[in-house]
């Protein structure tokens, strides 16, 4: 099996040019960012693209999160700490962001190249992108860490 690559990042060969090195590149097009394989605290592996940060979570891994913080937390007060994290996300979200984030092309799964589609983690308000196929989980810079903050993992 290959390594999952970015569904966001591109780096395309450059430098070490001369015309039949360049011509080479193009014809090949852009290359996929490779994601690093990057131990999670909960116990599972993830994949993490070093350039833009996103994370790739196989299935059932961001549940393992999820259950993870829920295990480990369970001081009152955390509901509305989680209340009051939803309502300024909601806040912080404008109209017109959500209309730019629409226009942006689906993303190809990293694991199995289906397309992606974007909705709601649970009821988190946190937009991600998933595989319907594999069932993964394409989480940009931040979000996983967003999750991560509101399940306490
Ligand atoms: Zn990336
Ligand atoms: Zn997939």
């Not at 360049?22 to 592996?45: D, M, N, Y």
């Not at 996103?54 to 937390?73: I, P, S, T």
């Not at 942006?104 to 196929?133: H, I, Y």
Request: proline share 7%; net charge negative.
């Amino acid at each position: 099996m290959s390594v999952a690559s970015c569904p966001r990042c591109t780096s395309t060969p450059t430098a070490a040019a001369g015309p039949y090195r360049r011509a080479a590149g193009a014809e090949r097009g852009p290359v996929r960012t490779a994601l690093r394989r990057e131990q999670h605290r909960v116990g599972i592996e993830i994949d993490r693209c070093p350039t833009c940060g996103g994370a790739f979570l196989d299935a059932g891994e961001l549940e393992a999160v999820e259950r993870g913080g829920k295990a480990a937390r369970r001081q009152p007060g955390a509901e509305a700490a989680l209340e009051m994290f939803q309502r300024s996300h909601q806040l912080a979200k404008r109209p017109d962001d959500a209309v730019e984030v629409n226009e942006e092309p689906p993303l190809d799964c990293p694991r199995c190249g289906e397309t992606m589609f974007e909705r709601e983690w649970s009821t988190t308000l946190v937009m991600v992108d998933v595989c319907l196929d594999c069932r993964g989980v394409w989480l940009d810079a931040g979000e996983l860490e967003s999750l991560e903050r509101m399940y306490g993992a």
